[in-house]
């Protein structure tokens, strides 16, 4: 399943087969396609993430966010609206913040690649038979 945050992109867990050299290793990992308006991202590249067509996209659940943080859904809402359009503004204005998801990852621009690094821990939660052939496949 993924989720849509709209204006910034999607984040999934895909399953990825890899060929060892004496085992088929089947991991989940986590993704993250931006979806950002590209009059944002002059000058910057992007890595490109294909979604797999079976993945059931779903859009951010505020009302769950609410319940996180004792916020009504529309607060919620209009707080995850604001901080995109901030971020967005910042893109475009050449300024290159780190924006951080907790325990998920850090959206993160070098050298004018913009890229999400997701945290060991976020992988480790998701793969618990291979975690290390999903970090290094992250």
Excluded at 7 to 18: N, P, R, Y
Excluded at 100 to 119: K, P, R, T, Y
């Amino acid at each position: 399943q993924g989720v849509l945050v709209p204006g910034l992109g999607t984040f999934a867990v895909v399953h990825e087969q890899i060929n060892g050299t004496e085992e088929v290793y089947v991991v989940r990992r986590p993704v993250f396609q931006l979806d950002m308006d590209t009059s944002c991202l002059r000058e910057l590249v992007f890595p490109t993430v294909m979604m797999p067509g079976d993945i059931e996209i779903m859009p951010l659940d505020y009302w769950w966010l609410s319940q996180t943080n004792s916020l009504p859904p529309d607060v919620v809402r209009g707080c995850v609206e604001e901080t995109i359009l901030l971020y967005s503004f910042q893109l475009r204005d050449r300024q290159r913040p780190a924006f951080a998801f907790e325990n998920i990852g850090i959206l993160s621009c070098q050298d004018n690649v913009l890229c999400m690094q997701f945290h060991c821990s976020c992988i480790a939660g998701l793969e618990s038979q291979d975690t290390w052939v999903a970090l290094l496949l992250t």
